[in-house]
């Protein structure tokens, strides 16, 4: 009688099934923008479909899971491979050297159906279009990820830890301002930023050839200088890009007498050039960094989970969490941190790779605490709702009083 793996065993193997796959993907690209409608899911095809057409080995992973355009904008008609004798399924083939996954092929018939997920499933998706397709060995995953710093690319960042974003903006400021938390979110999730790409960067005027500023200009080129990136490329906007992508063609890639093609021909060089250069390593994600070592014997690192301000009455739903350095009955220093999704297990293993010594929540569930204290972490259960940092030194002074545990699950 075969043997049931439990849930954790089957996330291990998962993770297990997960590196293996991304060892035989040379560069991995995250596609990403702060605000939907700036044309990162276009930038996304071309960048994948170019990179092809120059002989590379190319795979487009589309995560928009609620709204997948990819297949659409590459007039894909092809559905899933059969699944292989490792019972792994084969992505759609668009070119002899290039495979796709999006939830679209897998919709069947109905492809106007609406994905009505919540975290977990979206999380558990992505996962599966990692070890459960037979990609071949590749020289860049293209990844088309919905707008915002949501599930989706949150799980990429701590899936493949070695992508890197490639930011998509227009000149206006409410899509800078958007993209300025796309920039902040790739540093806190340790994701090096391959550079921004300015699109709808003006119009050709097909009549006298000038460039009007529709929206703006040089947006985001102070951008990149004000925080320290590379600026791609500016591509002017292009009404055969839009008449192009509604009918699945991409045939605008080959021909270089358009001022949009050789825009992103140059886009494509600096691609290229920046993906195979060794940045200087950034810090692993939060998951994989080991437990800090203490400045003193009576230094302790104290993590409270916060919403709006203060405590969080559930542990596993919080905005964020403080990590509190305490050295001497004193907070030395203090950082907000974004925890992964909440999955069974996870939190806690995030937790102590983070050096927390201390926890303190209003609720928590029974296998959350157990998981802890098999680490060696203190949990103080049934805080009061106050700030971080007065439950930090309330803790320290020995005057914390801790009530009944708020969580029953």
């Known amino acids: 009688m075969p043997i049931k793996m439990s849930q954790k065993d089957q996330h291990q193997q998962q993770d297990v099934e997960i590196r293996a796959r991304l060892g035989r993907i040379k560069n991995k690209i995250l596609v990403m923008s702060g605000k939907g409608g700036v044309g990162k899911s276009s930038i996304a095809a071309y960048l994948a479909v170019a990179l092809a057409k120059r002989g590379y080995r190319v795979g487009l992973m589309d995560v928009d899971l609620h709204g997948p355009s990819i297949p659409r904008m590459l007039g894909l008609k092809g559905t899933i491979g059969p699944a292989t004798h490792e019972g792994k399924a084969r992505p759609v083939q668009y070119l002899p050297n290039m495979e796709v996954i999006s939830i679209e092929p897998l919709m069947g018939d109905n492809k106007d159906a609406a994905t009505i997920w919540r975290g977990p499933l979206k999380i558990g998706v992505i996962r599966q279009f990692i070890s459960d397709i037979e990609w071949d060995d590749l020289d860049y995953l293209i990844i088309d990820s919905p707008p915002g710093t ?55 005027c097909p009549h006298c050839g000038k460039t009007i500023d529709i929206f703006k200009t040089k947006g985001g080129m102070l951008t990149a200088k004000k925080e320290g990136l590379r600026l791609l490329g500016t591509l002017p906007l292009d009404p055969q890009v839009v008449a192009n992508g509604d009918v699945g063609d991409m045939s605008l890639l080959d021909n270089p007498d358009l001022p949009i093609t050789r825009e992103f021909d140059k886009i494509v060089g600096e691609v290229i050039k920046y993906s195979n250069t060794q940045f ?83 609720g928590m569930g029974e296998k959350a605490q157990e998981l802890l204290r098999e680490k060696g972490i203190e949990v103080v259960i049934g805080a009061p709702m106050d700030t971080p940092e007065s439950l930090a030194n309330q803790y320290m002074a020995k005057t914390l009083v801790s009530g009944a545990n708020i969580c029953d699950h």
Not at 169 to 189: H, Y
Not at 292 to 312: N, Q, T
Not at 324 to 346: C, D, F, L, Q, Y
């Open 280 to 362: 200087p390593m950034a810090p692993k994600p939060p998951q994989d960094v080991p437990a800090r070592k203490k400045s003193s014997p009576d230094a302790k690192m104290i993590a409270v989970p916060v919403s709006e301000g203060k405590l969080a009455a559930h542990f596993g739903h919080s905005d964020h969490f403080v990590f509190m350095e305490t050295r001497g009955g004193k907070i030395i220093a203090s950082e907000k941190r974004t925890p992964p999704p909440h999955e069974p297990g996870v939190i806690p293993q995030w937790i102590h790779d983070q050096g927390a010594d201390v926890v303190i929540v209003g």
């Open 150 to 204: 949501g599930d989706e690319p949150l799980t990429v960042a701590q899936t493949i830890h070695d992508a890197k974003a490639l930011i998509v903006t227009t000149p206006q400021e409410i899509s800078l301002a958007d993209v300025r938390k796309s920039i902040n979110f790739c540093r806190q999730v340790h994701m090096q930023i391959l550079g921004l790409v300015e699109n709808m960067s003006g119009l050709v």
